[in-house]
T-cell receptor
Framework: KQEVTQIPAALSVPEGENLVLNCSFT??????LQWFRQDPGKGLTSLLL?????REQTSGRLNASLDKSSGRSTLYIAASQPGDSATYLCAVRLGYGQNFVFGPGTRLSVLP | NAGVMQNPRHLVRRRGQEARLRCSPV?????VYWYRQLPEEGLKFMVY????????ESGMPKERFSAEFPKEGPSILRIQQVVRGDSAAYFC?????????????FGPGTRLTVL
């Protein structure tokens, strides 16, 4: 059974810092991995999607890496801003069309 | 292009009542997924439906919960005789037919509160 964990559970940093969020999954036979952002009381916003054959994806100040063999992904946020404050969710899929398995999230606070 | 729409956004029910949550997928999408997010927890998969068919309901409680996605109209998640433990945010996601981008587009969620 696929399980996804995220470390740390919460993180508070001053504005401008670079930071790394970690995601681990137990079954390395994933189809793809996706990082989402969730603001309090809101839905999910997709940030980056990494297919199983890819090693990383970049979008603006965000960079996500994937190491299938070790069952890990990291989300790197450069030059953090208060607007980045949210919960970041990592999710994996085992096959095309299958559901996501989500991690519990990392709650990020960027202090001005 | 309208995204995934869910209504109501907030729903309050008393114990024992029924809750009906609606999800309209992205236009042209025929796959719908329902997830539940309990307070302070991650999202958990409940059920996966295609038009008129339940594909995978392995995450859905065996009793009181049911889901449908009719040929016409929105997908419905129905919870009968709600209990306080059903209080959660329920998210719907949709995806297109095979061959399109393989991701899911999430709706804003319905927040159910059981008094």
């Amino acid at each position: 059974k696929q399980e996804v964990t995220q470390i740390p559970a919460a993180l508070s940093v001053p504005e401008g810092e670079n930071l790394v969020l970690n995601c681990s999954f137990t079954d390395s036979a994933i189809y793809n991995l996706q990082w989402f952002r969730q603001d309090p009381g809101k839905g999910l916003t997709s940030l980056l999607l990494i297919q199983s054959s890819q090693r990383e994806q970049t979008s603006g100040r965000l960079n996500a890496s994937l190491d299938k063999s070790s069952g890990r992904s990291t989300l790197y946020i450069a030059a953090s801003q208060p607007g980045d404050s949210a919960t970041y969710l990592c999710a994996v899929r085992l096959g095309y069309g299958q559901n996501f398995v989500f991690g519990p999230g990392t709650r990020l606070s960027v202090l001005p | 292009n309208a995204g995934v729409m869910q209504n109501p956004r907030h729903l309050v029910r008393r114990r024992g009542q029924e809750a009906r949550l609606r999800c309209s997928p992205v236009k042209g999408h025929s796959h719908v997924y329902w997830y539940r997010q309990l307070p302070e927890e991650g999202l958990k998969f409940m059920v996966y439906l295609q038009k008129e068919n339940i594909i995978d309901e392995s995450g859905m409680p065996k009793e009181r919960f049911s889901a449908e996605f009719p040929k016409e109209g929105p997908s419905i998640l129905r919870i009968q005789q709600v209990v306080r433990g059903d209080s959660a945010a329920y998210f719907c996601a949709s995806s297109p037919e095979r061959g399109g981008p393989d991701t899911q587009y999430f709706g804003p969620g319905t927040r159910l509160t059981v008094l």
